[in-house]
């Protein structure tokens, strides 16, 4: 069973960068398919962007593609959110999520392991 510990959230201002890291522990990270997720006050949780086992395929929201880089790095257990470009909607608590099983990315039910998350907060 994995666990999931993110870091690099912060208070940045409008049109600024961060760099999200999800360290992955307790299990085979390269057997994972990983995701990141926020969640705005009010609001559902929602996709952000995702990766497969090797790194080859990613996959984002639109409301993120072009500004948003999702990595991971296998021989380090982490993967990693470069945000760039950030505007206030972009606030929100970020969450790191991994899945072992066969199911969208896009879909929050198919993430088995989550994170505690990390706050972005972007002010204007």
């Known amino acids: 069973q994995v666990q999931l510990v993110e870091s690099g959230g912060g208070l940045v201002q409008a049109g600024g960068s961060l760099r999200l890291s999800c360290k992955a522990s307790?299990?085979?990270?390269?057997?994972?398919?990983m995701g990141w997720f926020r969640q705005a006050p009010g609001k559902e949780r929602e996709f952000v962007a995702g990766?497969?086992?090797?790194?080859?395929?990613?996959y984002y929201a639109d409301s993120v593609k072009g500004r948003f880089t999702i990595d991971r790095v296998n021989a380090k257990n982490t993967v990693s959110l470069q945000m760039n470009a950030l505007n206030p909607e972009d606030t929100a608590i970020y969450y790191c999520?991994?899945?072992?099983?066969?199911?969208?990315?896009?879909?929050?039910?198919?993430?088995?392991?989550w994170g505690q998350g990390t706050q972005v907060t972007v002010s204007s």
């Open positions: 307790g299990g085979t990270f390269s057997s994972y398919r």
């Open positions: 990766v497969d086992w090797s790194g080859d395929n990613r």
């Open positions: 999520a991994a899945t072992n099983i066969w199911g969208s990315l896009y879909n929050r039910g198919t993430y088995a392991y």
